[in-house]
């Protein structure tokens, strides 16, 4: 019986783990906006409002209004061309341009600091 009930906990651990790691491996694809965290608490959407590269900040305004976050060499940069029936392609930080709309998913929510990815809008 505890056989069992162990062998259970593995596989429900297990399958659990695969939900979220699909999740992350598909995450790239899902235009900005359709993230399943409808909440805005995970991820903020806004514009470009300017870009430090040399001190990697970004500054995003959007409805909450200004949100600095920093990106490292983990960021994930996306170009989301789902808006021209194109792939999405991978990016990086000379694409985050002042007026471009962009998704930014937070390392840390409840920090709003560090960023884990960002979706950049391309429309032409």
């Known amino acids: 019986m505890c056989k069992k009930i162990l062998f259970l906990l593995m596989i429900g651990m297990l399958l659990g783990s695969t939900t979220i ?6 995450e790239r694809y899902i235009p900005i906006g359709y993230s399943i965290d409808k909440s805005q608490r995970h991820t903020y959407m806004g514009t470009v409002t300017s870009y430090d590269a040399s001190d990697k900040v970004l500054t995003v305004s959007g409805p909450a ?9 983990d960021t994930k940069i996306w170009l989301d061309r789902s808006s021209i029936k194109k792939a999405t392609l991978d990016g990086q930080d000379s694409d985050l341009k ?3 709309r962009v ?5 840390d929510p409840n920090k709003k600091m560090k960023a884990e990815w960002i979706k950049i809008e ?3």
């Open 65 to 73: 209004g200004k949100q600095e976050v920093r990106l490292d060499a």
């Open 103 to 107: 998704e930014v998913k937070y390392v």
């Open 21 to 26: 790691n699909a999740h992350k491996a598909t």
């Open 122 to 124: 391309i429309i032409k």
């Open 98 to 100: 002042v007026n471009r």
